[in-house]
């Protein structure tokens, strides 16, 4: 057994920024939403998180990471990575680390993936089947979400991403650099090392659905992960989603304790876009169809969210994924109507009308 295997992993980071403490209130509500539970010490800020903590000292500008393995200890360094990047970015901040694990250049979340099975679910939902080595990452973190790296016409033969000296990816040019999408893992087989990923398939410029709809067994793809916000558990959820936010909703249902109470609303195209989902909760799920009115521009969906009455009693928690203005319009009604926290709800925009990318459209 190594050295490194028998201690916890530690390491540790210098932040030249002269405005820290002008961004703390940001980087702690951020990271706590990955269920991290954050307590101060004078100007040190500790965050323990369920495999491994951090801490960030304002006085002595360092911020420092522990974990039990490598997986944990790469998680915790993404995650203040991104944090500081995001709200420091008019600093322009330079993070190198130190200390364990630092001389590394494999990214701990990045896998290659092969193409094993396709198959359709419904006329405008393809199921594809991935193989893969060591997914038990995947499991981790609560995160439902990989970003998904795709070769293109133009780049057919991709590079993948390393591990730069921040903790955070390091691509390649632009002319071998793959293309990224977001998407949800439908279902994960640690074991067999398979993973599924579904896929809305549809005409326009969206790269994974015209991926998608030329997939064959023995294709490849680079994948990294997990990825977004978990979803905190709850006795009871109101959820809502559209064909793009489908296959995280249906995981939810598939996996939260049997116990669960709630209402879920889906919106579709119309009755022939239904699929079968093994629902072990108590959560009602309702199918909401547009029936001809264009994909993003329907109401249907917003309404039937905002109608649910939420409980006096016990936990509850909001779950949505849609179109960008439908989420800002649920989040906008949780937020500032009903007065519940990042704590009690994620309304997440899984795409934009008129704009490629996002998540899964």
Partial sequence: MSQTSMRELACEARLKLRHLPDYMDSITDRLQSFEA????????????FAFGGASIDMERLVMRANAADRDGLARI??????????????ENPEIVWTGDLSGETSLAQFREMTVTEVRDLTAHMRRVS????????????????????????????????????NGLPVWPAD??????????????????GIIDVDFLVHPGESVGSAWAIQAKPGMKVGIMGPVGRPVRQAEWYVMGADETGLPALARL?????????????????????KQTIDNVTG????????D???????????????????????????????????????????RDTLRLGRDQTLAAAYWRRGAAGLMAG
């Fill in 37 to 48: 539970d954050a307590s101060h010490q004078g100007q040190r800020i500790d965050f323990r």
């Fill in 77 to 90: 360094k993404d995650l203040l990575a991104t944090a500081v990047q995001v709200y420091a970015k008019a």
């Fill in 130 to 165: 991935f193989s893969g080595e060591d997914l038990g990452r995947f499991a981790k973190f609560g995160g439902m979400h990989i970003r998904m790296l795709f070769p293109t016409m133009d780049v057919p033969d991709p590079l993948w991403p390393v591990l730069g000296a």
């Fill in 175 to 192: 002319d071998r650099k793959p293309v990224a999408r977001v998407y949800t893992i439908r279902a994960l087989d640690v074991a067999k």
């Fill in 253 to 273: 249902l598939e996996t939260l304790p049997a116990e669960t109470k709630g209402v879920a609303f889906v919106e579709i195209a119309d009755e022939r876009e």
């Fill in 283 to 290: 959560i009602e799920l309702h199918w909401l169809t547009r």
């Fill in 292 to 334: 001809g009115v264009p994909a993003g521009e329907d109401r249907l969906l917003t309404e039937a969210v905002r109608s649910v009455a939420w409980p006096q009693d016990g936990s509850a928690f909001g779950w949505f994924a849609a179109e960008a203005s439908a989420a800002k319009i649920v989040r906008e009604y949780w």
